[in-house]
């Protein structure tokens, strides 16, 4: 049985991090392979996954501390014959990566961009002690590490060691979910802050950036970049959707005001699960402009939905932009708009094509059924 363990499966806490854990185990499940899944949730976070097993934090928060979640758990953690660390530096880390040196059993970790420069940047006191307390030791045990891209490899390699046995398994879709997931009305009950704000457009055409409104996203980059491209196309609405992390919101909207957005650009809160699809067929472009990522489930999804991207060469998928799927750029101002420029320029029929290859490619390589046997085959052929 595989034991796949993570921070948190909230959209806020979790993030992209906690979605992939999520999607892995549930491909894992239905593809025969038995996997159980741990996370930690705030008290007032009640959905539910089959084979998932939440425990309540208690603070401090960051530290994502759970203790029910060893009693919740214990059954599945002693019936565990491999651990998946999905993240790093927090206490779920601590106690299971511990529990999988004691019981003598393989770990392999899952670091999903932890070890970008632009991460390794930031918090360096708190990661410094998690080393001295448990990652260190984490770190010696691991059987292998799963890199979400051969960029990834790399950084993994910098930080562990040439050593580090490492295979590459990327990020990937449910299709059947991305095309089965309906569109609700608005009189339905919602869990955005802002239920009805995106089905109404402001303009014809919509260039969506979804994500959490967080730094390292480069809002601050594509706020002002659209600040300059307004006024050339004037058939377009930027729309910002996430939840708000750190109160960095506020900021973002006040970017929107000093840079001439207007009523062309606006954000919404959170959405998730129907309502997130439903929101990406909306699009006519999607945008990710961040200076620091793993292998985005954002940019996935949306080529899952055939809508063409504007991405940074951090959000580390140049499968896409080869394929035809999307336009690529540095996470600078200058060549954003560049990029966005030559995205908004282009016309229906060629936002079209570029939309069908990125739907190509995520059901030829990207599947969630694709990466657990891949992952499941190499489990099985590193058990000794």
């Not at 940074?312 to 750029?329: H, I, K, M, Q, R």
């Not at 060549?335 to 030829?364: C, H, K, M, V």
């Amino acid at each position: 049985m595989h034991l796949h363990f993570v921070q948190s499966l909230e959209p806020l806490q979790g993030a992209g991090l906690g979605q992939a854990a999520l999607s892995l185990h549930l491909a894992m499940q239905a593809a025969g392979a038995g996997s159980k899944l741990l996370s930690t949730r705030s008290s007032d976070f009640a959905q539910t996954w089959p084979d998932v097993i939440q425990g309540v934090r208690r603070a401090p928060a960051r530290a994502f501390y759970a203790p029910e979640l060893k009693r919740l758990a214990a059954d599945a953690v002693a019936g565990a014959e491999w651990f998946h660390g999905h993240g790093l530096y927090v206490w779920t880390n601590m106690w299971l990566g511990g529990e999988a040196r004691r019981r003598g059993r393989p770990l392999v970790y899952h670091p999903h961009g932890f070890f970008d420069p632009w991460i390794l940047r930031r918090s360096k006191k708190k990661k410094q002690l998690a080393h001295w307390l448990f990652e260190d030791r984490n770190f010696s045990h691991v059987r292998w590490w799963r890199a979400l891209s051969a960029k990834e490899a790399d950084q993994i390699r910098a930080v562990v060691g040439k050593q580090a046995k490492i295979e590459v398994i990327p990020n990937g879709v449910d299709l059947a979910e991305c095309d089965s997931a309906g569109v609700k009305s608005n009189d339905e009950e919602s869990p955005s802050a802002c239920p009805s704000a995106w089905t109404t457009r402001k303009r014809p055409k919509r260039l969506l950036f979804l994500s959490r409104i967080h730094p390292k996203k480069g809002l601050d980059l594509l706020v002002p970049a659209w600040g300059r491209l307004v006024g050339e196309f004037p058939d377009w609405e930027l729309l910002i959707v996430g939840p708000d992390e750190g109160g960095y919101r506020a900021k973002v909207e006040r970017m929107i005001s000093e840079t001439g957005g207007g009523d062309a650009c606006r954000i919404c809160g959170t959405v998730a699960g129907a309502e997130k699809h439903a929101l990406l067929r909306t699009a006519d472009m999607f945008v990710l402009p961040s200076y620091s990522e793993g292998f985005p489930m954002a940019v996935l999804e949306a080529a899952a939905h055939r809508v063409p991207a504007v991405q940074t060469s951090e959000c580390n998928f140049p499968e896409l932009t080869a394929a035809g799927g999307a336009w690529e750029c540095l996470p600078e101002s200058g060549d954003l708009e560049r990029a966005l420029r030559q995205a908004l320029a282009a016309d229906d029929a060629e936002r079209r094509e570029r939309g069908s290859a990125a739907r190509n490619l995520i059901e030829t390589r990207y599947t969630w059924g694709r990466l657990a046997a891949d992952l499941q085959g190499l489990c099985s052929s590193r058990s000794v």
